[in-house]
């Protein structure tokens, strides 16, 4: 099975291909679009700021490549923000493939929402065999909105959009791998697709 690591300028690629190289399989980190073309699994992960992250992907030509990739794509963190239509983060337009807006979680709490929280009705592919109300690990200071694309949520300041699916392309607010065994769960039922 051939898995491709997006490569651009986001922190925390290495963290998801050491989470694949613990579960025993290799990735390859890349920004050629062939590879990126023929890999059986893509994975588009990040940490960082939307628009100059945007900025990079559209000089790069990955911005439309993601749009029209027909095999499972996972957006993790920033990727799964960068997949929706705009992000008040450098009022970026991003890249659309969730029709949703990416919010600054409002003042009151602490932000970023860091740590450990709870999955709120879990649903679909990606979490077959995880719990409501399992783990997992948060770091983000903007959030997708719940809305008909969720497929897990969580509570912090507000109800959020944890996870998103449509046709062939998933998103995860938090790291699955940064999230012990319930991210170990969701990466593998990813690769089961």
């Known amino acids: 099975m051939k898995i491709a ?4 300028n986001a922190g925390n690629i290495r963290s998801v291909d050491f989470a694949l190289r613990r ?11 062939e590879k990126i073309r023929s890999a059986d699994k893509v994975i588009f992960p990040g940490v960082g700021e939307a628009a100059s992250t945007m900025k990079h992907l559209t000089a790069n030509g990955l911005d439309n490549l993601l749009r029209e990739l027909k095999q499972p794509v996972l957006g993790i963190c920033l990727g799964q923000q960068l997949m929706c239509r705009q992000s008040e983060e450098g009022d970026a337009s991003c890249i659309g493939i969730f029709d949703e807006p990416v919010l600054r979680f409002p003042p009151g709490e602490k932000v970023p929402h860091m740590g450990w929280n709870q999955l709120t009705d879990p649903a679909g592919d990606l979490f077959k065999g995880v719990e409501p109300g ?3 690990y948060f770091i983000h200071s903007y959030y997708v909105p719940l809305c008909t694309e969720t497929v897990a949520g969580c509570e912090y300041i507000t109800g959020f959009s944890a996870a998103l699916h449509r046709y062939n392309f ?3 607010q938090f790291h699955p791998e940064k999230s012990g065994p319930t991210g170990q769960k969701i990466l593998e039922n990813f690769i089961a697709l």
């Open 23 to 33: 579960m025993g399989l290799e990735a390859e980190i890349t920004d050629d679009h």
């Open 170 to 172: 998933y998103a995860t």
């Open 134 to 136: 399992a783990y997992v």
């Open 5 to 8: 690591i997006i490569k651009y």
